[in-house]
């Protein structure tokens, strides 16, 4: 999971940790910054809902969540089966 990435483009779009905890149905902010911080998994379901609140389009979010990167977090964030992979990497090509 590119953290960077993600945390940019919820800036960019000008929200808060707070608004996406409170759109993604969390108790408080702390919940969403740990997503941010790497230190809770997120799975597909919980990706393509923060993917629709950042209105990312395949690529990005292919790129956010998905994208094989090494990246150093306390659980491991960038486990992705095969199957799953090929779903998004034909589609970057249209993008």
Same mark, same amino acid.
């Given at each position: 999971m590119n953290l960077k990435l993600l945390k940019d483009e919820r800036v960019k /779009? =000008? &929200?808060t940790q707070k608004?996406? *905890?409170e759109q993604l149905g969390f108790k408080d902010r702390s919940s969403y910054c740990l997503i941010e911080k =790497?230190?809770?998994s997120v799975d597909v379901e919980? *990706? +393509?809902k923060i993917a629709t609140i950042l209105d &990312? +389009? /395949?690529k990005t979010t292919y790129l956010v969540f998905y994208a094989p990167k090494v990246q150093e977090t306390s659980t491991n964030l960038n486990s992705i089966s095969t199957e799953e992979r090929d779903k998004w990497e034909? +589609?970057?090509q249209r993008q």
């Open positions: /779009r =000008g &929200f608004y996406m *905890a =790497g230190k809770t919980l *990706a +393509n &990312f +389009n /395949r034909p +589609n970057l």
